[in-house]
Structure formats: structure tokens, C-alpha cells
């Protein structure tokens, strides 16, 4: 499969937007579908443009697009979607051709390779430790002008799901805030890896009783949400915003979420580094969309693993993955990923 990138003939300063969203807020009895058919026009203006030129329509209610983050970003209009769920580079180290070439060859760069350990292989994972103060200002300046345009992006009330780690959560969440989000807390999932908790290298047994860094057992997701028009209530019934979906009528949404590592079936289906099993994507995106429908962004969108959530959950959803053979990886992946058997009891 063989598709355009985005930036290529792409006039300068052309921004897309399909409708333009009124002002005053749906008081009428219909401000529900009528809300639904601002999405699905702006939806189906995205697929158009994908078809077109750079991008794959992966079934009816998702699309990818192979193109730069932060440059396809710039070319949307202001309020144009409800959700953002991603799980960004966590540095921009690895984010460089260079060193995911070094991945694909097992040699690593700046990423670990960890060895197989009781049975189990570790998956690749970022060095951070290799991080310069230089490395550490670009970071922070990437996140905060990812987090300017997905501010801009999003309709008022909406919200920003951003997966993170222990080592660089407190860089790229204060991006966020700094970029004009209102920080609503964390998500926390429980996951027991084999990430840390080794002694000194070199010197296992002189230090048998030393751990360098804790084992780690869980993974912080920032919560943020763009300023509200008014009340909750108000925000809702204009823009279809403002909170998070519920579990059920007797349960909210809860910021603790216990979650196995992602398996070797799923992962067969997409081997990516960073992969985040459906049992885990399929309930953050569905509390993404307060309402139950509108449109959720992934910005990083890699094996296409939110894009899957997403239509697993019946929810309108745009990718953009720079990389080709992520992008490729996304497109194959993606129906195998939709109709992966979820187990809660895991």
C-alpha cells in the first residue's frame, strides 16, 4: 500500500475544516443529533481528504493518516474534535529514523534491548538516563507545541488522555499545563513488568542486596481537559463535552485501572514496541466521549491500537502516524485489534 504523505501537495496556510460550529449553545430538543451530525460531517470531510490523498479510510468510522503530527495538526480547524487518546514518544531520541532503524536491528541506539528473564523478554524501552539537558529542553518545547494545538483542536470540555512514565510524566504533563490545559488528575494503570529492580551492573553479587531503580509496577496517564463555555451541563448540550463516560449508572469512571501486560496473541497481531492491550485502550476511550459518540484523535497513533478501541466502542476516530512501517503495520493490525476478545478478569 502505497500512500501520499500528507505534507505533499498541501498549500501553505490551508487549515481543514469541513463545517463551522455555531455559537450559541443547541437549546431545542435535538441538540443531541444534532451535535452527532456536526461530527459525522466533519468525519466524513476527513475521510474525503484522506481518500484523496494521504491517507486510509480503515473501516467506516476510522481513518489514518500518514503524515507528521505537529504539521497535520496545524492544518485543522479550531474545535474540531471531543477526545485526544495517545500514547506519545516519551523523548524525542526515539521519535528520530535513526534510532527506531537501531530498534528494528535489535542493536538498540538509545533503546534498551533488555535480555529474556524467566521465560519472559522485556520489551524495548528508552535509556532516559542517556538524556542531555539538551534532549530534556527539547522534550519539554516538543510536548508543550503538541499540547498548543491539540488545545486549539479540541472542542471546549474536551479531554486529553496521555500515557507517560514514572521518569518523564512531570516533564511532558507540565508541558501540557503549560500549553493551556487544566490538569483533572491521572490515570493510573496497575502493571506488573520487569521494567527496574536490577542490581548494579557489574557488580550483581558484590551488591546482591541493591536495587538501582524500583521494580515497576504501574504507568501514570495524564488527565486534561480544555476550559469549559459555561457550565458542565451547558458544555454538554453544545459541544458534547466536559466529563468522562461512566461506567454504568451506578458507577463513575474510577482513575485506577489494574492491567496485565499487553500478550503474545495480541501482540502477534501487532508487533509494536509500545503496545497497549484493548482491555486497557477499550475503557479509557469509551470514558473519553462523555455521551457516548464524537470523534477521538490519536495524534501517535502507531500499530492503530486506539483507532481499534475506538471502533470496537461504535466511536468516530482519526490516526496520523509518520513512520511507514508503522503506518503499514496500522492498517493490518487494525480489524485483527477491533475484533481482539477482551478478558476482564485478567
Known sequence: MKVQDAAL??????RLQAISIESKPLLDQSWRQLLKKRQRQFFSFIVQECINSFGVALDERSVVIKADALTWLKRLSDNSVQAVVTDPPYGLLEYEERD???????????????????????NPLPRFTVFSEEDTIRLESFFREIAIEL??????????????????????FGAFIQG??????????????????????????????????????????????????????ENLKKWGTGGLHRKSQSEPFKDVIACSPTRGPER??????????????????????????GIVLDPFA??????AAASSLGYLSIGVER???????????????????VDNSQ
Open 268 to 293: 502477534e497481531i501487532a508487533p509494536h514496541p509500545s503496545l497497549k492491550p484493548q482491555r486497557f485502550l477499550r475503557q479509557i476511550v469509551r470514558a473519553s466521549l462523555p455521551l457516548g459518540y
Open 100 to 122: 527506531h532503524e537501531k530498534l528494528r536491528r535489535g542493536r538498540g541506539g538509545v533503546w534498551r534491548i533488555p535480555p529474556s528473564f524467566d521465560g519472559s523478554k522485556r
Open 180 to 233: 493551556g490545559f487544566e490538569k483533572r488528575g491521572e490515570i493510573i494503570r496497575l502493571v506488573q513488568t520487569l521494567r527496574g529492580g536490577d542490581r548494579p551492573k557489574g557488580a550483581h553479587q558484590e551488591f546482591s542486596d541493591v536495587t538501582v531503580m524500583p521494580r515497576s509496577c504501574w504507568e501514570p496517564w495524564g488527565l486534561f481537559r480544555k476550559s469549559l463555555e459555561g457550565t458542565v451541563a
Open 151 to 172: 488545545h486549539r483542536i479540541l472542542v471546549p470540555g474536551g479531554h486529553v488522555f496521555l500515557a507517560s512514565n514514572p521518569l518523564v510524566s512531570t516533564l511532558t
Open 9 to 14: 501537495g498541501d498549500k501553505q496556510g490551508v
Open 323 to 341: 513512520d511507514e512501517q508503522y503506518f503499514q503495520m496500522c492498517c493490518n493490525a487494525f480489524e485483527g485489534l477491533k475484533k481482539f476478545p
Open 302 to 307: 502507531g500499530s492503530g491500537s486506539t483507532l
